[in-house]
């Protein structure tokens, strides 16, 4: 499978994921928070260990400045900080009366850039190397599917039908397909390497700073450990395919 047919045929399955948020309105309310977060914490250990194990070992293999490499993966950390200091991409986290249609505009756009940002740089790494590529792409799906099922909770308690809710956080997820294409069209003309620091830089900051703290506000003991426990599954399924590769 060449480059750009991996970008496209895991680009649009990554759209198809995008359809698994209206899975959570099958089930009561109890239920979705039980399995959303134990979700959220797989999802944070994967993106880590995926950085930490795969994607820096890999690109610090290749990269003959070091203090470049990491420059870049600080540069990926900061600008998923940024995006989310001006768009606000959090799930929505007030009550549920208190959460109004245009902070779920905010969610669709902050996701529509996150997806496009996250294209770009799993695109890039898919050209490099495929494994690396598929490696990172799976880390973003671990995290993907917890961020749809909230994305599309939050869409439909913002005041959205179900059916609406879906169909636009499908729209924009095509953003990562889009940035995935980008990134193969003008990878011919720059060097494209500096995007697995980048892209490393992004999973660490989704991990550390955007999921880690949403399973953290529990007071129960059993929760705490239950989640720490998803989140060093998904740390040890990352470390173990790092063999793999």
Not at 114 to 133: E, M, P, Q, V
Not at 169 to 184: E, K, P, Q, R
Not at 194 to 204: E, M, W
């Amino acid at each position: 499978m060449n480059s750009l047919t991996s970008i496209i045929v895991f680009g649009l399955l990554m759209n198809i994921i995008s359809l698994s948020g209206g899975v959570i309105m099958l089930f009561k309310k109890q239920t979705q928070t039980k399995l959303l977060l134990p979700l959220v914490a797989f999802s944070a250990g994967s993106l880590i260990g995926g950085a930490f194990f795969l994607m820096i070992p890999e690109g610090l293999q290749d990269f003959e400045n070091i203090k470049m490499f990491f420059l870049y993966l600080v540069a990926g950390f900061s600008l998923f900080f940024i995006l989310e200091q001006f768009l606000h991409y959090h799930h929505c986290e007030k009550a549920e009366s208190d959460c109004r249609k245009p902070m779920s505009y905010l969610i669709l756009i902050g996701d529509g850039l996150h997806n496009l940002i996250g294209g770009l740089s799993i695109a890039g790494l898919f050209i490099i190397d495929f494994r690396i590529g598929f490696f990172a792409w799976l880390g973003a799906v671990f995290h993907e599917i917890p961020q749809e099922l909230g994305d599309f909770a939050a869409l439909v308690h913002g005041g959205w039908k179900k059916k609406k809710a879906l169909l636009y956080n499908f729209l924009s997820s095509l953003t990562f397909l889009i940035g995935g294409l980008i990134t193969y069209f003008i990878s011919s003309k720059i060097d494209v390497s500096f995007l697995i620091p980048f892209a490393a830089g992004n999973f660490i900051y989704i991990g550390a700073t955007d999921l880690i703290p949403e399973v953290n506000k529990h007071k129960k003991l059993k929760n705490n450990i239950i989640h720490f426990l998803f989140f060093a599954i998904g740390i040890l399924l990352m470390y173990i395919l790092s063999y793999g590769h």
